[in-house]
Each structure stands twice: as C-alpha cells, then as structure tokens.
C-alpha cells in the first residue's frame, strides 16, 4: 500500500501516513481509477494507492471545467467580485506627455548640465547679505588673551649638595655601630639562655 499524499509505501494496517501525517480511509470515493493499474482513486490524490504511480489531474471532479479550459475563460466578469475586478489596462500607444526640463531627474541630464535658472521678477530689490565670520576666527579675541609665563625654577646651590654629601658617612658609620652592638648584645643574650638550658638539663640527669 502505498500514500497517496507523498508516494511512501507504508503497511496495510496503518490508518495514518508516518510521514506526511495523511490520513488513510478504507473507502475510496472514485471519481476515476490509475492509468497504470486500473484501481479506484479520490479526488485529491496525487499517487496510487496500490501501485504508487503519480496521478494526472482528475478534471472530473472540478465541477465542469474540461481539459484544455482555462481558469480565466471559465470565470467571466459576472462571476467575479468587485474587489477583484481592476482598471482596464490603457491601449498600448495612447497620448504620452512629454516631461519639461524642470521635472527631469538627475540621472537622466547630461554630465555638467544645470537646471535652467528661472528669470528674476522684473522691480525686486536684490537684498545684498554681508559674509558672517565664525566666533572662532575673530582676531580681536585671539589676541586679547595675554600669554601666560611661568616664573623658572630656584637652582640648586652647590654648598648644600655638599654638606649634604660629607654628612652622609657619618650617618652610615654611626647607624653602623649601632647595628653591631645590637648583635653582641642579641649574642649575650643567646648564650645566657643556651648555659641556663644546658644547667637545667644537668640538674634533672642526677
């Protein structure tokens, strides 16, 4: 058995198409049978149940409409609506009106062809506008700004670099001294506690 939606063949038992999801009566109202293979067919399909050909188009179950009629011969103007119904396309080679220089677009001019310049109204005043400058190139505010100078900086004198200089060994030699009798004093300490532990321990042998 075979689909008659999409053709694939399926079980007998199925009442449903696993793959399109077309539903499979048990009877078939024929309208017409298979070119191919004499059996019955619905309407709407498109292969044979029983043998999987494709079907031709029933014209049968149209209503009416025979084999070579057209859609547009079969519905006259009386059958259409209104809102179906559009404008009567003009005659081809009817009156064309010509467009004036003015409503001509650019792309159409040729290259370096301007619009025509319309005449001046004769007894108008031309009205003579003076150029406007920017604010940011006027002069007078440039150079109303005075430019500020910064006083230079106090030299250093060479006497203090020096005294400087000869302090610093002294410096370095006395934090030196007090180092080292911060060791001898760590030193006496470490062996007064090493004696003690040292009596201690002899004293618990006995």
């Known amino acids: 058995m075979y689909c008659p939606q999409c053709g694939q063949h399926i079980a007998e038992d199925r009442d449903v198409c696993p793959v399109c999801g077309a539903v499979l009566s048990g009877e078939v109202a024929s309208t017409s049978t298979c070119p191919s293979c004499g059996a019955p067919r619905a309407p709407d399909d498109t292969y044979c149940r029983r043998c999987g050909a494709v079907l031709p188009l029933d014209l049968s179950a149209l209503g009416g409409l025979q084999e070579g009629t057209t859609i547009a011969g079969a519905l006259s103007d ?55 400058s920017p604010v940011w190139t006027r002069l007078s505010d440039v150079e109303a700004v005075a430019p500020t100078v910064f006083a230079p900086l106090p030299l250093l004198s060479l006497p203090a670099i020096r005294a400087e200089l000869a302090n610093a060994p002294a410096a370095a030699a006395s934090e030196s001294a007090a180092g080292r009798r911060a060791a001898r004093l760590a030193l006496v300490v470490a062996l007064a506690v090493l004696i003690g532990v040292a009596v201690y321990i002899l004293w618990l042998s006995r």
């Open 78 to 132: 009386a059958a259409l609506p209104e809102w179906l119904r559009g404008d009567e396309p003009s005659a081809p080679g009817g009156e064309l009106e010509w467009l004036s220089e003015a409503e001509l677009p650019d792309w159409l001019r040729e290259p370096g062809e301007s619009l025509p310049v319309a005449a001046e109204p004769v007894g108008q005043e031309r009205v003579a506008v003076p150029p406007v």
